[in-house]
């Protein structure tokens, strides 16, 4: 069973940054991150795969929002900076199922069946 642990979330003003953290249980794998807020659905924010070679962003973050890993630590980041209201939500890492690696980052929600608790990132205009 992969278990994932989120943390870095928090509140900061319009124009600010936060880093992301998800450290993966035993191993590293393709993850993504994924948001929602109350009522919608969770949407893909970026996606990396395992080697760390590839990685793809929502349009919405490109340029704001880096997605990396540390293998040696079996972590996850995301570094988001310039944050606007609208980046407000609930932020959720995934990992793929290492029995069928990814072959490229996905936003597709259903090729990752292993999701972590989810942390708050509350962004103030």
């Known amino acids: 069973q992969v278990q994932l642990v989120e943390s870095g979330g928090g509140m900061v003003q319009a124009g600010g940054s936060l880093r992301l953290a998800c450290v993966a249980s035993?191993?590293?794998?393709?993850m993504g991150w994924f948001r929602q807020t109350p009522g919608k659905e969770r949407k893909f924010v970026a996606g990396?795969?395992?080697?760390?070679?590839?990685?793809k962003y929502a349009d919405s973050v490109k340029g704001r929002f880096t997605i990396s890993r540390d293998a040696a630590k079996n972590t996850v980041y995301l570094q988001m900076n310039s944050l606007k209201a609208e980046d407000t939500a609930v932020y959720f890492c995934?990992?793929?199922?290492?029995?069928?690696?990814?072959?490229?980052?996905?936003?597709?929600?259903?090729?990752?069946?292993?999701w972590g608790q989810g942390t708050q990132v509350t962004v103030s205009s």
């Open positions: 990396i795969l395992r080697s760390g070679d590839s990685t």
């Open positions: 995934a990992a793929e199922d290492p029995r069928l690696p990814l072959l490229e980052p996905t936003a597709d929600s259903s090729a990752y069946p292993y």
């Open positions: 035993g191993r590293t794998y393709g």
